[in-house]
């Protein structure tokens, strides 16, 4: 099993940056694809950004490409998303998850833990 705690959440200007950061527990994370999901009051949970075992292969939201970028660090059990040039529309709950699987997808039916979020919220 994995638990998944996220952090770094806040509240940022319009055009500023957030670093999410997401801790996992468990000896097995580096063999776990890991993706970060968000969902805003009223709306579904959505995919942002997912990353593959080894860091090498990422898969993004095409509303996030360019301004955000995941990454993970097996040694420190830890997975970040960094998000730049902040939108109001990226105010959300931001969700770290983990697929035990070696598929990047987008698919929130694929991941099989998750944490309990972390609030972003973007002023304009």
């Known amino acids: 099993q994995a638990q998944l705690v996220e952090s770094g959440g806040g509240l940022v200007q319009a055009g500023g940056s957030l670093r999410l950061s997401c801790a996992a527990s468990?000896?097995?994370?580096?063999?776990?694809?890991m993706g970060w999901f968000r969902q805003a009051p009223g709306k579904e949970r959505e995919f942002v950004a997912a990353?593959?075992?080894?860091?090498?292969?990422?898969y993004y939201a095409a509303s996030v490409k360019g301004r955000f970028t995941i990454s993970r660090d097996n040694a420190k059990n830890t997975v970040y998303l960094q998000m730049n040039t902040l939108k109001p529309e990226d105010t959300a709950v931001y969700y770290c998850?983990?697929?035990?699987?070696?598929?990047?997808?987008?698919?929130?039916?694929?991941?099989?833990?998750w944490g309990q979020g972390t609030q972003v919220t973007v002023s304009s």
């Open positions: 468990g000896r097995t994370f580096s063999s776990y694809t």
């Open positions: 990353v593959n075992w080894s860091g090498g292969n990422t």
């Open positions: 998850a983990a697929d035990w699987s070696t598929v990047v997808t987008g698919n929130p039916r694929e991941y099989d833990y």
